[in-house]
């Protein structure tokens, strides 16, 4: 596997389920960011981890729970998510602050 | 509050020159960068400027005026292939990883 992997590409998922989305980065970087992305919308910054560590929570619900065991993985916790959750997540790492590379994206759908 | 402003769409016929235009509001400035990004796929990096003046790739080239808050987009010998949205995304000087992303161009390449 190269570059920015992420799993599940689709999944749907009840309100009352509890999920998670995983990224993997194979490209040595340090920092992994979380995006959501909507129709017509900005990508919007979600969480980002330096070396492991959160350098930011852009005011994310508390039913979105990231978790970085290092600094070649990131996950994202779902849990009670909402019908207007649903959207395109794409995971990015960069090294230090330099361009971001992205992964595929889940496309996340909550019924 | 923070913003990036971008055309929603841009048409434009095989072989030509199209400039696709950023204007942005932000609280800090460190960079401007374009990514491209197709139907179903992940976006990927174009360009970055962090001084004035033009950086040119191959058959793209981006702008910058920190003066005006204003940057470009420019793609030359459109091809099919050039069919995407282009983002511009602005990061946050102050928070480091923190990156601000437009809304997104939509680019049609006609035959």
């Known amino acids: 596997e190269t570059g920015v992997t992420q799993t599940p590409r689709h999944l749907v998922m009840g309100m009352t389920n509890k999920k998670s989305l995983k990224c993997e980065q194979h490209?040595?970087?340090?920092?992994m960011y979380w995006y959501k992305q909507s129709a017509k919308k900005p990508l919007e910054l979600m969480f980002v981890?330096?070396?492991?560590?959160?350098?930011e929570n852009n005011s994310v619900p508390s039913r979105f729970s990231p978790e970085c065991p290092n600094s070649s993985h990131l996950f994202l916790h779902l849990h009670t998510l909402q019908p207007e959750d649903s959207a395109l997540y794409l995971c990015?790492?960069?090294?230090?602050?330099?361009?971001?590379?992205f992964g595929p994206g889940t496309r996340l759908t909550v019924l | 509050g923070q913003s990036l402003e971008q055309p929603s769409e841009v048409t434009a016929v095989e072989g030509a020159i199209v400039q696709i235009n950023c204007t942005y509001q932000?609280?800090?400035?460190?960079?401007l960068s374009w990514y491209q990004q197709h139907d179903g796929g992940a976006p990927t990096f174009l360009s970055y400027?962090?001084?004035?003046g033009l950086e040119e790739t191959g058959r793209f080239s981006s702008f910058l005026s920190r003066s005006d808050s204003y940057g470009y987009l420019l793609l030359q010998e459109l091809q099919m292939k050039d069919s995407a949205s282009y983002f511009c995304?602005?990061?946050?000087?102050?928070?480091?990883?923190?990156?601000?992303f437009g809304a997104g161009t939509r680019l049609f390449v006609k035959a």
């Open positions: 400027n962090a001084l004035d």
């Open positions: 990015a790492s960069s090294q230090g602050d330099n361009e971001q590379f």
């Open positions: 995304a602005v990061r946050d000087e102050g928070g480091g990883f923190k990156t601000i």
């Open positions: 981890y330096n070396f492991k560590e959160q350098t």
């Open positions: 490209l040595g970087h340090n920092a």
């Open positions: 932000t609280s800090g400035f460190y960079g």
